[in-house]
Nanobody, 118 residues
Framework: QVQLVESGGGLVQPGGSLRLSCAASGITFIRYTMGWHRQAPGKERELVAG???????NYADSVKGRFTISRDNAKNTVYLQMNSLKPEDTAVYFC????????????WGQGTQVTVST
């Protein structure tokens, strides 16, 4: 059974930092591109950052220079370091895994809430 379990969300003041983690099980982690997406109330889910199995990264323009995605293939875990957080970063953050060959093989975590507020 495939599981993606996110952790690390919470309430933080503007300008603060959080580190999200996503632990994967039931998949051959190195064969998956990993990503972080977010969905704010009333908005569509959007890609925040992605990392290939080779370590290549991409980011949404809104988070470039503030967020960093990384992966530890030995621990089957992907991380999202979020710095200089803004109220508009408030959303539920989801981890996902997409097979590098079989593009229809996609898995999602249950999400973790990030709230940036005073």
């Amino acid at each position: 059974q495939v599981q993606l379990v996110e952790s690390g969300g919470g309430l933080v003041q503007p300008g603060g930092s959080l580190r999200l983690s996503c632990a994967a099980s039931g998949i051959t982690f190195i064969r998956y591109t990993m990503g972080w997406h977010r969905q704010a109330p009333g908005k569509e889910r959007e890609l925040v950052a992605g990392i290939s199995n080779g370590g290549g990264t991409n980011y949404a323009d809104s988070v470039k220079g503030r967020f960093t995605i990384s992966r530890d293939n030995a621990k089957n875990t992907v991380y999202l370091q979020m710095n200089s957080l803004k109220p508009e970063d408030t959303a539920v953050y989801f981890c996902n895994a997409e097979h590098i060959v079989f593009k229809g093989s996609i898995y999602w975590g249950q999400g973790t809430q990030v709230t940036v507020s005073t």
